[in-house]
């Protein structure tokens, strides 16, 4: 789906977003952002793009557990409903987990306890390896 409008914040918007496609980003940390700058994006408009970047596929919608709000992230042309995601509890990085091993895992946890596992909602938390290093 291509957006009706490409317009400067649109692309503002989205340029934010590829520039921390590594983090939990709230539209809250969005405006706030916008707010520093001289780009100023209302609070109408972030929420409207944000809606109109996931329905293009752009953008991943998802809900963090230690967050009451929904976080969003740039999507750079994956597919994130075949993968699980990886947050790194320090930094809050997402790591995408390509991962044929965990493919096993998924299956046996469907074959055996007859369950199944939901990609887009499933994000296992723990420390990267940059963090680690610290």
Do not use: P, W
Request: aromatic share 10%; net charge positive.
């Amino acid at each position: 789906m291509k957006s009706k409008y490409n317009t400067k914040q649109r692309e503002r918007i989205l340029e934010y977003l590829k520039e921390n496609k590594d983090s939990n980003i709230t539209a809250d940390e969005i405006i706030n952002y916008f707010k520093s700058t001289n780009d100023k994006i209302g609070k109408a408009t972030v929420y409207r793009y944000l809606n109109n970047l996931v329905k293009e596929n752009i953008v991943k919608k998802y809900m963090v557990e230690n967050r009451n709000c929904s976080c969003y992230q740039y999507i750079e042309e994956q597919n994130c409903d075949s993968h699980y995601h990886l947050k790194c509890e320090k930094c809050n990085k997402i790591i995408h987990l390509e991962c044929d091993e965990f493919k096993g895992v998924e299956n046996h946890i469907a074959k055996e306890h007859d369950f199944e596992l939901d990609s887009v909602k499933t994000v296992l938390y723990g420390i990267c390896k940059e963090c680690s290093k610290k």
